[in-house]
């Protein structure tokens, strides 16, 4: 168990709609990553919270968006949602910003219909 | 930009045989990390093991050792003694932005190992 924490583990839902997940880091980090891994793309870096504020952004889509809260939990908001955004959504917590290895979540599927 | 290679798509190795994952690396920048994860087909990503760019010896954890070569930009990772539980994906993957200022990481596409009885 690594100590980070995500809900759902599944999610099934129809084009158009929006869906919200969430993760809980492991206690006492303060960083919080999510990541996409499709069949296509591979392990896709999405965005970054650093205790609170955003630190990093990659290929992520206007269409989602995430937040981290004050009790350091965060949240990945996906709407509009298309068939290819199908995936499996990785959230990771590392005790800082860069300097330490990051620990995964179990993910969550995602299954667009 | 940081890139990750794994050229193996797919490997197969004897229970018991010690197999290696080759991971190679782009990078301009001269402070760099480098990780391996594992993830089995129940789809969770575990943690193996850690390199910097300034460690002067290659990283061990248990069986899993990685052998740095810095020239050559190689991060392969070593299995020693293969077990059945070992079957799974293996990602190389190396931290982000000008010397790794960004804490997200960058991953290979991946090498799917196979552990025969």
């Known amino acids: 168990d690594s100590g980070v924490t995500q809900t759902p583990k599944h999610l099934i839902t129809a084009t158009g709609q929006r869906v919200t997940l969430r993760c809980s880091p492991r206690?006492?980090?303060?960083?919080v990553y999510w990541y996409q891994q499709s069949l296509d793309q591979g392990l896709q870096f999405l965005i970054q919270?650093?205790?609170?504020?955003?630190?990093a952004k990659g290929n992520i889509l206007e269409r989602f968006s995430a937040q981290q809260f004050p009790d350091l939990h965060s949240e990945l908001n996906l709407s509009s949602l298309e068939l290819g955004d199908s995936a499996l959504y990785f959230c990771?917590?590392?005790?800082?910003?860069?300097?330490?290895?990051?620990?995964f979540g179990q993910g969550t599927r995602l299954t667009v219909v | 930009a940081q890139k990750i290679t794994q050229t193996q798509p797919g490997m197969f190795v004897q229970e018991k045989e010690a197999v290696t994952l080759d991971c190679t690396y782009d990078?301009?920048?001269?402070?760099?990390?480098l990780f391996w994860y594992k993830q089995p087909s129940s789809g969770e990503m575990i943690f193996l093991i850690y390199?910097?760019?300034?460690?002067?010896q290659n990283a061990t954890e248990g069986r899993y050792s990685l052998n740095f070569q810095k020239a050559r930009k190689s991060a392969n990772l070593v299995i020693s003694a293969s077990q059945l539980g070992d079957s799974a994906m293996y990602f190389c993957?190396?931290?982000?932005?000008?010397?790794?200022?960004?804490?997200?990481?960058?991953f290979g596409k991946g090498t799917k190992l196979s552990v025969k009885p």
């Open positions: 993957a190396m931290r982000g932005g000008y010397g790794g200022s960004q804490g997200n990481l960058i």
């Open positions: 990078t301009s920048d001269q402070s760099y990390g």
């Open positions: 919270y650093y205790n609170g504020e955003e630190r």
């Open positions: 990771a917590s590392s005790a800082d910003g860069w300097n330490t290895e990051a620990f």
């Open positions: 206690s006492g980090d303060l960083s």
């Open positions: 390199q910097g760019s300034y460690d002067e």
